[in-house]
């Protein structure tokens, strides 16, 4: 039987480079998107948990389309008895454990709200009207290609307790935890407006600019998106003694290029920076808890390392700042900060950070929409934090040994999503999922297991790299999974569509086996059945008996190629024809006699997302 060999990883890596520097042309000439400027203005009373704001938004309008409407989400509106978020909770079966019922039982001064006051456009007064956690806005004119306008806007809000990411007085003390806080402007692009009610799972937002003013007692300390424009003024940070004549302080921030701003305050924040040797100024806002103070003070250092890693890896960190606040319900993401619960172990606490730091490439950079992509923002984020935690543990920077495995939980409650029935396809909306685990385990396993995977049929050094041209090709335009898809092609040179479909729009499984070994010619052949309904490329690991292996790997017909990868030892692979994906089963022959054979294997690395493993091997061990 005929096969091809690649005899060399220069040629490669050669042709690789033919391929990849094709890749990165962003969708079409049309592209266009959204831009915003807040200006606001906030002033809280910690007594009451209420503030009052002024913010300002200009609009451009960059689409081709005239818009009559904008729409503004105002997230404190869910946590009241009643509210989407509420009855969308109690109503599944097995509904986010962290809300429960429990927006249900808030009283009058634990509810949050936001209470419009006044709303213009241009200085026009325009008519508007609050469904749930929706400002569905009638434009006094209307917004023509091109143009720009500017909405003044004055409201009152007040923080409720905290119940799900924002909110205040959380589980560890901190007292205010202000993220979605703030009436934010809906997105607006090729597919029209995304006005969709907030229970929990949203998160899609319009680049711009924010420049935030934070008014309250001079006791607190405020951690924030973006850069602190008057450190000396207040006395933060830089060894400045704060003024014990104030009453009250504001806290002047600018955040650019950003499509959201999370603020954090705390009477009893310690406040830690860290220079990096790149000039990236990292910051932590912990309590001074004597049981966890260690572990906060060890972060920073070790997260200098991790970005070191991670600007190599998966591209460059755009921004000059980042921050470690405590903060919020566990761990969740926004623009230059994270909110992150304090009381961990220090492995606990850096495997933590670095997944919500993660998230800074994965949806604060690329700004997935998040209610189609959720798994592009969890899954890339958790497949990239595995190789990221590994490299910290190489480095000695957090116990224990580099993982060899690292995905193998991932896949293991990939197959247990799959075998309980629940599972919904990745195209799901987020917010539409029956079953709050299935949602968990199609974002955060299936969605790093769909890289993973990737890696495997297109091969690492094609992989790598286009990870790298999809960060830098599409930071700051919104990409979808066509456009990712679109790059992997061009970096492996494969055709990988079948992939996308399969994986994204499908429930169908990868289930391949060992069908048969026997004796043809003098020569073993080896028989190989496709029992699952997804194909997938195949890689055959054959050990020979003296020490000799074997590396094949068998194409499928509609990649319109094959991986160009080395196994162990930096030995090729050796390609066989292609597998038609329609056909069951595909025979090859090896030159060696069955008794000289000492085992077959499909998939010997375990990349392959293969529901049943058991009939990967001959001899097979359950039979023997």
């Not at 990737?454 to 979808?480: C, M, R, S």
């Not at 003098?522 to 074997?550: E, Y």
Request: glycine share 8%; net charge negative; proline share 5%.
């Amino acid at each position: 039987m005929s096969v091809r060999l690649i005899s060399s990883i220069c040629l490669a890596t050669a042709l690789l480079s033919g391929y990849m520097s094709t890749a990165g042309v962003p969708k079409d000439k049309t592209y266009w998107q959204q831009e915003v400027k807040y200006k606001m203005e906030i002033h809280l009373d910690v007594e009451t948990n209420r503030f009052s704001a002024k913010q300002t938004v200009k609009y451009q309008n960059n689409s081709p389309e005239t818009l009559k409407k904008v729409f503004f989400h105002l997230y404190f509106n869910a946590f009241q008895p009643g509210s989407t978020m509420d009855v969308r909770s109690r109503s599944l079966d097995n509904g986010d454990p962290r809300v429960g019922s429990r927006i249900s039982r808030l009283t009058d001064n634990e509810i949050g709200y936001h209470k419009i006051r006044s709303l213009t456009q241009d200085g026009m007064r325009v008519n508007y009207e609050v469904v749930g956690t929706i400002l569905e806005v009638e434009l006094s004119k209307p917004i023509r290609p091109g143009q720009s306008v500017k909405f003044d806007m004055e409201y009152d809000a007040q923080v409720p307790t905290q119940v799900r990411r924002s909110g205040r007085d959380n589980a560890e003390g901190i007292r205010y935890s202000m993220s979605q806080w703030y009436p934010k402007l809906c997105e607006f692009d090729e597919q029209g407006w995304h006005a969709d009610p907030y229970i929990a799972f949203e998160f899609y937002g319009v680049w711009g600019e924010f420049d935030v003013s934070i008014t309250l007692d001079a006791g607190y300390t405020v951690a924030a998106s973006g850069e602190l424009q008057n450190a000396k003024k207040i006395g933060h940070g830089y060894a400045f003694s704060k003024d014990v004549q104030s009453q009250r302080n504001t806290w002047h921030f600018v955040a650019k290029n950003v499509h959201d701003f999370v603020w954090a305050a705390d009477p009893d924040y310690i406040h830690d920076v860290h220079t990096c040797a790149d000039g990236l100024k990292l910051h932590s806002f912990y309590q001074p808890n004597e049981l966890f103070i260690q572990n906060w003070q060890s972060l920073l250092p070790i997260m200098e390392e991790a970005f070191r890693y991670i600007n190599e890896h998966f591209g460059q960190y755009p921004y000059p700042v980042y921050s470690f606040i405590q903060g919020g319900d566990g761990g969740m993401e926004y623009p230059m900060a994270t909110l992150i619960t304090g009381h961990r172990s220090l492995t606990s606490l850096v495997g933590v950070s670095v997944h919500e730091l993660m998230h800074s490439w994965y949806q604060m950079v690329l700004g997935f929409n998040e209610s189609y992509f959720y798994w592009m923002d969890e899954g890339f984020t958790n497949y990239a934090s595995e190789r990221v935690m590994n490299h910290l543990r190489s480095k000695g920077l957090i116990p224990g040994d580099p993982d060899p495995t690292p995905y193998e939980s991932f896949y293991n409650g990939y197959i247990d999503l799959v075998m309980s029935g629940v599972e919904e396809p990745l195209s799901t909306h987020a917010d539409h999922f029956e079953n709050f685990g299935a949602y968990g385990a199609a974002a955060y396993q299936k969605g790093a297991l769909f890289l993973h995977q990737l890696e495997y049929v297109i091969g690492k050094p094609a992989f790598d790299q286009g990870l790298l041209e999809f960060f830098n090709t599409w930071k700051f335009k919104h990409p979808d999974d066509n456009d990712f898809i679109r790059v992997m092609e061009k970096s492996a040179g494969l055709e990988l569509d079948w992939y996308k479909d399969y994986m994204v729009y499908s429930l169908k499984t990868v289930d391949y086996e060992v069908d048969s070994v026997f004796s043809n010619q003098g020569q073993t052949a080896i028989l190989l059945a496709r029992l699952g309904a997804m194909p997938i490329p195949i890689d055959v690991l054959i050990s020979v008996k003296g020490g000799t292996q074997l590396f094949y790997t068998i194409p499928l017909d509609i990649m319109r190629g094959a991986k160009m990868e080395t196994g162990p030892n930096s030995k090729p692979y050796t390609v066989l024809p292609d597998w038609d994906w329609v056909n069951p089963y595909y025979l090859f022959q090896v030159p060696f006699t069955p008794d000289q054979i000492q085992s077959v294997k499909i998939d010997p690395f375990m990349r392959m997302l293969d529901v049943y493993r058991e009939n990967n091997a001959w001899p097979n061990p359950k039979s023997e």
